[in-house]
């Protein structure tokens, strides 16, 4: 059974900082593209940041750029995602996916996590 299983999420101020973790399990992911998407109450499930499955390759949505970083540890079968200068408006609930395409589409991706819980306080 394929899982992907997010943590590190919580409640922090803003201009603080969290990692998220997605640990991968049932398959290796270790040719798929890695992505982080976020869906705030009321919103769609947004696009954040993807990694290549080389891990050289990142590209980010333009509200987190020079703030979050996407990395990989193939070894570990797990992506992260680090976020600095948390702001109130990136609280969401974020979800980690693998996908064999290279986009920032939804439905490019085929495995999906359960969410970790982000908030960040004014």
């Known amino acids: 059974q394929v899982q992907l299983v997010e943590s590190g999420g919580g409640l922090v101020q803003a201009g603080g900082s969290l990692r998220l973790s997605c640990a991968a399990s049932?398959?290796?992911?270790?040719?798929?593209?890695m992505g982080w998407f976020r869906q705030a109450p009321g919103k769609e499930r947004e696009f954040v940041a993807r990694v290549s499955w080389s891990g050289d390759s990142t590209v980010y949505v333009d509200s987190v750029k020079g703030r979050f970083t996407i990395s990989r540890e193939p070894a570990k079968n797990t992506v992260y995602l680090q976020m600095n200068s948390l702001k109130p408006e990136d609280t969401a609930v974020y979800y980690c996916?693998?996908?064999?395409?290279?986009?920032?589409?939804?439905?490019?991706?085929?495995?999906w996590g359960q969410g970790s819980q982000v908030t960040v306080s004014s």
């Open positions: 996916a693998a996908g064999r395409g290279w986009g920032s589409s939804r439905d490019q991706y085929n495995y």
């Open positions: 049932g398959r290796t992911f270790s040719n798929y593209a």
